[in-house]
């Protein structure tokens, strides 16, 4: 079974001995890891020829691979990474298994509360431009999170430190073992469709 | 041609209207918007139930679309709405073409460095925590600008009023002017797969 390692890990210093890591924990589950850099592509360029190489790349990645399993941790604002929210709604649409983790604990409306300036209205929670905050008792939107309840597991939420939260891989590999339960139990049975 | 119409403006107070009068633009240009809600739907119950019945029915509404049209607009921080991301990601494996839109004209980059303390470093620029931010004259993250590139369109970005930026239509009915000229021109022939 290959795994695409979607996350903003990717964005790191030290992004290919993470990956690396995450290629380990997989292997010591009979799960093969699949990262979006492994330090075998040039350095691409500066420019939108660079970008779209990267994202083509990334997309026939994703096409081999029988599951994803997404790092959901919020980046740079009360969401997950935009680039790693599109991998998951990729790899749904091809009716693959869809995992994920967020090393912060926290709902969506908590976050969204605390660092947007949520406040309770008479039609629930809004921020100061008057839009809805989701408020499902989820992690984060709830396309996002539906892809992994539809995938027949949950998204695995634990807060580590802030130095740690985008290196720590505990919830990592606790959703990797999930994967290994899903592949066990023949829940994941490859390039399956999932409707 | 069946128009799905992704964006965060489903969290407005007034989101149905404004729905509408995306629809309408798609009549205009012989187009068929077709909107995540528009008021049939009873209210969702505030639980992880309520959330998936609305995810089921957004990628539903989408498997039966034949583009589209996404506001890439700024949510909450420096990047687009990951619901609307993800929903990208979605058409985009489906082979579908993903149009997009944005009412910041500011590129990723800028928006990064002004909103999370951006530094200039010896390998790029990188955020507090030595993440790099990408540097690839995008408006957005590039697997989402990159599926608008595959397309064969160009992200079409504008700055509005900061009162209107989840109101304003005009970059959006540019977006529908754009895709009626891809249905034209044959570039968009309806559910065929780009790879």
Redesign the interface.
């Known amino acids: 079974m290959r795994v695409y390692l979607a996350g ?1 890990e990717v ?3 030290n992004a290919l001995a993470v990956l690396e890591e995450k290629v380990r924990i997989c292997r010591a589950h009979k799960l093969q890891g699949v990262p979006p850099i492994d330090g075998s592509q040039p350095a ?1 360029s ?3 020829e ?3 190489a ?3 790349n ?2 026939e990645l ?1 096409r081999g691979c029988d599951l994803v399993i997404a790092n959901m941790t919020p980046f ?8 790693t ?10 009716g693959r298994t869809v995992l994920g983790y967020s090393n912060v604990d926290d709902g969506l409306l908590e976050r ?1 509360v605390a ?2 300036q949520g406040a309770r209205s008479p ?2 929670w ?2 100061p ?10 992690g ?8 992994v ?2 995938s027949k597991s949950e998204v695995i939420r634990q807060t580590t430190d802030d130095a740690a ?2 290196i720590d891989l505990t919830a990592f590999a606790r959703c990797v073992e999930e994967a290994a339960r899903l592949v066990d139990t023949g829940t994941i049975r490859g390039r399956h469709s999932i409707r």
């Open positions: 903003p964005f790191l210093p691409p500066p420019t939108r660079g970008a779209l990267i994202s083509r990334n997309e994703m740079r604002g009360p969401s997950m990474d935009v680039g929210a599109f991998e998951m709604g990729f790899m749904r649409a091809l969204t660092l947007c039609t629930g809004t921020d431009l008057g839009m809805t905050i989701e408020d499902f008792g989820l984060d939107n709830l396309m996002v999170d539906g892809a309840l539809t939260r985008f």
